[in-house]
């Protein structure tokens, strides 16, 4: 008998077992926070870094990111999860639910029954499913106060997970993601820092070895009562008011587009090749710019 002959892993190759992700969700997935104009769409994000840690020495992995920032749980299993099983992935990641409960005081209850529903369909595909624990917002001023739901909804996480054996990503746990350092000056979305320290916690999760390092940011220094509260003012005055007025007006804007709507190669048409393994088309689709 013959003995069956293995092919050697590409040198330098990360060792997983996935050649084609897809991510799903709102802003959190799409990168906001973490600009890039050399990427599609100009934003890089968590997801991004981890398919570029994924694609290492693979050159048949895809990535598309189907994420839209503002999108609601409904929205994206709506409009998402279709296109995403379309895709054909072995690897899926869903962050949905922030907005509801962050903007709309949904309760985290029925926020799980819906998203369980949206899981168990991307499951039966067969593919890896990985699922996100919102983050500690406690010592925030304002988003504080809807720490217990926040709270509540990620135990549900937690439930449906085990349901249908996905894999989580813990980011209340991930202490260092309260830092100040690590979110955007708008206080909704990570900082670039923020965004590299839950591709880590995503690859890790996935049991990949990864080249990214730990950053931490360097400490503020101490600040009075009186110094804070003008910051808070500050950040209410730019950030708070006019995004609360939007909502109030829903004023009239050109539809968004997902910034990787097609899976592709990570890096992008000018390392694009005619004959890709995915068996892509030779040039990506345009995007709007959102």
Known sequence: MTAQKHEEPASGAIQHPWHRFVALGDSFTEGVGDPEPENQGGLRGWADRVAEELSVGRPDFAYANLAIRGRRLREILDQQV??????????????AGGNDIVFRRSDP???????DAGVEQLARSGATVVLFAGPDWGATPVFGKIRGKVAIFNENLYIVAARHNAVMVDLWCLRDLTGPGMW???RLHFSPLGHHTIAIGVLEALA???????????????????????????????????WAIRQVRH????P??????????VFGHRHFQAGHP???PAEPPSLKKA
Request: glycine letters at 4%.
């Open 82 to 95: 279709g296109p995403a099983l379309a895709a054909k992935p072995d690897l899926v990641t869903l962050s």
């Open 109 to 115: 209850d029925k926020l799980a029954e819906k998203i």
């Open 184 to 186: 955007d000056p708008d």
């Open 208 to 242: 990949v070895p990864h080249s990214l390092e730990p950053m931490r940011p360097k400490a503020l220094p101490p600040r009075s009562w009186k110094a804070a509260r003008a910051e808070d003012l500050a950040w209410a005055r730019e950030y708070l008011v006019p």
């Open 251 to 254: 004023p009239a804007a050109a």
């Open 256 to 265: 968004l587009a997902p910034k990787r709507p097609q899976p592709g190669p």
């Open 278 to 280: 995915a068996g892509l």
